[in-house]
């Protein structure tokens, strides 16, 4: 398995911008499915965005599409969540993840699916 620290979180009003940063280590990097997911209190671990080490198609959940883009610096083993026209609503704890390639293909992100999670972050949207 990978570990991985996020970093970047914290509060910003409505309108405003955070990029989080997720960094692996300890195993191989690259043929992993990296993302991003997140839980507000009382609710259910949800995905938010998700990207191939080796490239391809992105996965976003319709509530971020358009506001958040996820990217990658495969030469720091680092993935980004640049999040732009913040939300109340984005309110909770970012967890970066992360799962090697393969199983069945994967429309919405499931959360049992991945093997390796950082601590989490916490992003607060003020309104």
């Known amino acids: 398995q990978v570990q991985l620290v996020e970093s970047g979180g914290g509060s910003v009003q409505a309108g405003g911008s955070l990029r989080l940063s997720c960094t692996a280590s300890?195993?191989?990097?690259?043929?992993?499915?990296m993302a991003w997911f997140r839980q507000a209190p009382g609710k259910e671990r949800e995905g938010v965005a998700r990207?191939?080490?080796?490239?391809?198609?992105?996965i976003y959940a319709d509530s971020v599409k358009g506001r958040f883009t996820i990217s990658q610096d495969n030469a720091k083993n680092t993935v980004y969540l640049q999040m732009n026209s913040l939300k109340p609503e984005d309110t909770a704890m970012y967890y970066c993840?992360?799962?090697?390639?393969?199983?069945?293909?994967?429309?919405?992100?499931?959360?049992?699916?991945?093997?390796?999670w950082g601590q989490g972050t916490q992003v607060i949207v003020s309104s």
């Open positions: 300890g195993s191989t990097y690259s043929g992993n499915y």
């Open positions: 990207i191939y080490t080796g490239g391809g198609r992105l």
């Open positions: 993840a992360a799962r090697p390639r393969g199983g069945l293909i994967e429309t919405v992100l499931n959360p049992s699916r991945y093997t390796s």
